[in-house]
């Protein structure tokens, strides 16, 4: 009989060593499971704040008169689209090409503004924003709405689809 109260005891603080060892294991992994969330949280601020922060690089640039500035915005090949005014561009010199031809002067180009209203990411690798721009001319305040596609890729986030519409 002392035999097998001594194998009950031996057994019951196996079961409890190994309840205790699953709740460790499963206190683990909670944490780390709290911590991949709340690193993605951060880098989703992050990337965000990358987006904006491009976009900013844009409108400075294009308000210095400085199109090549702009256009380090965009995937530099053949994959970018940019759609506007019922055309369609296909590949960064293209686009480059069009903004030259459309905008051939700083008088042309006038002083433009963003207006952000909606950055969304969807997962760590795409993004998309939509807004509106103005451009301040001395003739004219030309203006509409975009939805920029944004992938990020080994050299930061960059544009690699553009849909531009004019105001009426």
């Not at 989703?44 to 500035?69: C, F, K, P, T, V």
């Not at 759609?83 to 480059?96: D, V």
Request: overall charge positive.
């Amino acid at each position: 009989m002392h035999i097998n109260r001594r194998r009950a005891v031996c057994k019951a603080s196996k079961q409890t060593r190994h309840a205790a060892l699953a709740v460790l294991l499963l206190a683990c992994l909670a944490l780390s499971c709290r911590t991949v969330a709340s690193q993605e949280a951060h880098d989703a601020a992050a990337d965000e704040a990358a987006i904006r922060a491009l976009l900013e690089q844009q409108e400075q640039a294009w308000n210095r008169g400085d199109i090549e500035a702009f256009m380090e915005g965009y995937v530099r090949n053949d994959s970018l689209r940019f759609a506007s005014g019922g055309t369609e561009q296909r590949g960064w010199q293209a686009t480059l090409e069009r903004y030259h031809r459309v905008y051939p002067d700083r008088a042309t180009m006038g002083t433009l503004t963003f207006d952000l209203r909606e950055v969304r990411l969807l997962s760590p690798r795409w993004g998309i924003v939509f807004g509106a721009y103005q451009l301040e001319r001395a003739e004219d305040r030309p203006s509409g709405l975009f939805t920029l596609l944004f992938e990020k890729r080994p050299d930061g986030w960059r544009i690699v689809h553009d849909h531009t519409s004019a105001g009426s």
